[in-house]
């Protein structure tokens, strides 16, 4: 196995809902063809820097991902006939891939994102009452909060 990362984009005209089953399609295809999805990260819509079939704008996908000379084929494959598919480029990040690294990875990842714990609730903090033993021509020191 190796490491690829691929750069997708596409069409920006298209809604959130057409945008979102070309994402699922694209992150099955590597699933299903024995890779490994380590990240996939949604850039969002952003303009061109020139017009490409037509528009102006595109949804950029970063898909992280460790698999087979035979997976990316295949995913470029599905690119082309795509028709939501504006752009795409697939570069190899390296050669061999140690899985239980990867796994470590994925799971780093997945603990990173996830929201943290809320803490306990926190006793709730006294007051302390103005010193008795100020002067009665000074006014007491306000009390400090927390």
Same mark, same amino acid.
């Given at each position: 196995?190796?490491?690829?990362?691929? /750069?997708?984009?596409?069409?920006?005209?298209?809604?959130?809902?057409?945008?979102? !089953?070309?994402?699922?399609? &694209?992150?099955?295809? +590597?699933?299903?063809?024995?890779?490994t999805?380590?990240?996939?990260?949604?850039?969002? *819509? @952003?303009?061109?820097?020139?017009?490409?079939?037509?528009?102006? *704008?595109g949804?950029?996908?970063?898909?992280? &991902?460790?698999?087979t000379?035979?997976?990316?084929?295949? /995913? %470029? @494959?599905?690119?082309?006939?795509?028709?939501? +598919?504006? *752009?795409? +480029?697939?570069?190899? #990040? !390296?050669? #061999?891939?140690? /899985?239980?690294?990867?796994q470590?990875? +994925?799971?780093?990842?997945? #603990?990173?994102?996830? =929201?943290?714990a809320?803490?306990?609730?926190?006793a709730?903090?006294?007051?302390?009452? =103005?010193? %008795?033993?100020?002067? =009665?021509?000074?006014?007491?020191?306000p009390a400090?909060?927390?």
């Amino acid at each position: 196995m190796r490491r690829y990362e691929s /750069l997708w984009v596409v069409n920006g005209d298209l809604p959130d809902e057409e945008v979102k !089953s070309a994402i699922d399609k &694209f992150s099955k295809i +590597i699933s299903s063809q024995g890779g490994t999805l380590v990240g996939l990260d949604e850039w969002g *819509r @952003r303009k061109l820097a020139y017009k490409i079939q037509g528009t102006i *704008r595109g949804y950029y996908v970063l898909a992280d &991902f460790a698999g087979t000379s035979e997976t990316v084929k295949e /995913l %470029e @494959r599905n690119y082309r006939i795509d028709d939501r +598919i504006i *752009r795409f +480029i697939t570069t190899k #990040k !390296s050669d #061999k891939v140690n /899985l239980e690294a990867l796994q470590a990875e +994925i799971a780093a990842k997945a #603990k990173a994102a996830a =929201p943290p714990a809320e803490p306990e609730a926190a006793a709730p903090v006294e007051v302390a009452a =103005p010193a %008795e033993a100020a002067a =009665p021509d000074e006014p007491a020191a306000p009390a400090k909060e927390e």
